[in-house]
């Protein structure tokens, strides 16, 4: 079996983050920053650093200053340069000419959708799925790990993870077959099951490396639960055709969709930095005592 390599990774960036109104009134909910990046640089980072080389945005109207964080910017570099201060921190973020590529969702019509607008450019290769809302702190990093198994079994493999029994309702559920250490047979998938009737309680965290056949499955359209075309819908009929695998992370995950967790990584990665981190924990022990 030939496993080709993982070169291009999607992301899906056009949603409108209601849920951070007002915030993200005018500013694209992937901007928003954990410490000091805003989340949409640490899923890059992540790709890159998995050997990922072309990223493909998946965008919509009002995300223009995502794509601009990815590009020169001369007027700051250029006052950064003659006031003789380090671009250390930002010249790492531009990325190669031709990468990243922009493609636009005119509609949100479900995750599925988003993924299917990248088609052209995945052409006939495997590629990653990750979604920024999914703040993953791990070493090596989620994709990393995920590709890593990938190179040795091949087919689709999407993230795991365990979650309480009451909170299956809100995610893609994984039916499990075998288990191989961190990795799971998928038996089947299904989308948000009702309460009661999930079959396990592993969910998938937002992290996706898969075969280009599920772009001719998600050509029909079809729409699943919310009235929306489901990513996990499509997956769900390539199990039996093809290799199809869970993998359980090694690592922190932060749901950064919802303010919770968007407070709680900021506040975890702040403790772990050397140079703010001490002051943070004071400040916190101050706070709480």
């Known amino acids: ?10 992301f899906p960036v ?4 209601t849920r951070f109104l007002p915030a ?3 500013m694209p909910k992937e901007m928003l920053t954990v410490v000091d990046k805003p989340l949409i640089q640490y899923a890059v980072e992540e790709a890159l650093e998995a050997g990922i080389e072309q990223i493909i945005f998946v965008t919509g109207r009002g995300k223009a200053a995502l794509e601009d964080h990815f590009d020169i910017s001369y007027e700051l570099e ?11 921190s930002i010249e790492s973020i531009r990325q190669q000419p031709g990468s990243p590529v922009y493609v636009r969702q005119q509609e949100p019509l479900g995750l599925g959708h988003a993924v ?3 088609r052209e450019i995945v052409g006939d290769e495997p590629f990653a799925v990750l979604l920024p809302d999914e703040l993953m702190v791990g070493s090596p990093n989620f994709t990393a790990q995920m590709v890593n198994a990938y190179n040795k079994i091949g087919g689709n493999v999407i993230g795991a993870l365990e979650v309480a029994d009451e909170e299956t309702s809100k995610y893609g559920i994984i039916s499990p077959g075998k288990v191989d250490g961190r990795l799971t047979e998928v038996t089947a998938l299904v989308e948000k099951p009702a309460k009661g009737t999930s079959p396990s309680n592993l969910m998938i965290p937002g992290r996706y490396i ?11 359209k ?3 639960a919310g009235g929306e075309i489901q990513l996990t819908d499509a997956m769900a009929q390539m199990i039996g055709r093809q290799p199809f695998h869970g993998f359980t992370f090694d690592g922190d995950r932060y749901d950064c969709g919802g303010k919770e967790g968007f407070i709680q990584a900021n506040l975890a990665l702040a403790l772990a930095r050397e140079d703010i981190g001490p002051a ?10």
């Open 280 to 289: 943070v924990r004071s400040f916190a022990a101050r706070l709480l005592g």
């Open 14 to 17: 056009a949603g409108l983050g």
């Open 78 to 88: 250029t006052t950064m340069r003659e006031r003789g201060k380090s671009l250390s």
């Open 116 to 118: 299917w607008c990248a």
């Open 210 to 220: 898969l075969q280009p056949e599920v772009m001719r499955i998600l050509d029909a």
């Open 1 to 10: 079996m030939t496993i080709k390599k993982v070169r291009k990774a999607v």
């Open 222 to 224: 079809e729409t699943g």
């Open 24 to 26: 993200t009134k005018a």
